[in-house]
């Protein structure tokens, strides 16, 4: 069956550029997160979604990235003005659940997108 | 402030061998712990998920087990093969205040099985 699909799974960008990531998560999961994965890091928390519940967002890193979900599922993860500190793949999770509901739901992760900002 | 430790960061082994993989966590207050794959250039790949109330969980030669108390699992594989090399991430769920609920990752053990 159809996974959690991201695109572009490649984006090379100038520093200053805004860019837009996009994540298809799978179908009926009402639960979605984006976390960043950088070298020699661990994964980093950006944005939760769960339903029509207000977004988790005490990830975002400053205020040139934010997230929406649009009739909850597709979501988006722009990033404004990027830096070169932007650089690392931005992961994308879906799971039938949020972990509060019954916390027996395991997360669908997408490939990814890298992002490399020059 | 949840943090979540995996030892060893690396590790290498002939096939054949079970081996085990660490993962500690500083606040027991969780809902679950997963343990995912991660091949290079993918995403992740859920292997198993523990329950908070669970004590272990396997799925062919793969076996986790959580003791919540002393904050730490173990993921146990069984005749090692080389396609098992991968890194091996743990993570947990718990709520981090004000009706929100995250996911802390560790930064994974990266296997290497040698043929």
């Known amino acids: 069956g159809a996974g959690v699909s991201q695109s572009p799974s490649n984006k090379v960008t100038e520093k200053g550029k805004d860019v837009e990531l996009r994540c298809d998560p799978i179908s009926g999961h009402t639960a979605l997160y984006w976390y960043r994965q950088s070298l020699g890091q661990g994964l980093e928390f950006l944005i939760y979604f769960q339903g029509n519940s207000a977004p988790d967002k005490s990830g975002l890193p400053s205020d040139r990235f934010s997230a929406e979900r649009t009739g909850g599922s597709v979501s988006t993860l722009t990033i404004q003005r990027t830096q070169q500190e932007d650089s690392a793949v931005y992961l994308c999770?879906?799971?039938?659940?949020?972990?509060?509901?019954?916390?027996?739901?395991?997360?669908?992760f997408g490939n990814g997108t890298r992002l490399t900002v020059t | 402030k949840q943090e979540v430790t995996q030892i060893p960061a690396a590790l290498s082994v002939p096939e054949g061998e079970n081996l085990v993989l660490n993962c500690s966590f500083t606040?027991?207050?969780?809902?679950?712990l997963q343990w995912f794959r991660q091949d290079p250039g993918k995403g992740l790949t859920s292997l198993l998920l523990i329950q908070s109330s669970q004590r272990e969980q396997t799925s062919g030669r793969l076996n986790a087990s959580l003791d919540k108390s002393s904050g730490r699992s173990t993921l146990y594989i069984a005749a090692s093969q080389p396609g098992d090399s991968a890194t091996y991430l743990c993570?947990?769920?718990?709520?981090?205040?004000?009706?929100?609920?995250?996911?802390?990752f560790g930064k994974g053990t990266k296997l290497s099985v040698i043929p």
């Open positions: 993570a947990v769920s718990f709520y981090s205040g004000a009706g929100s609920y995250q996911l802390t």
């Open positions: 606040d027991s207050a969780i809902y679950n």
């Open positions: 999770a879906s799971s039938l659940e949020g972990v509060e509901v019954l916390g027996n739901s395991p997360l669908h």
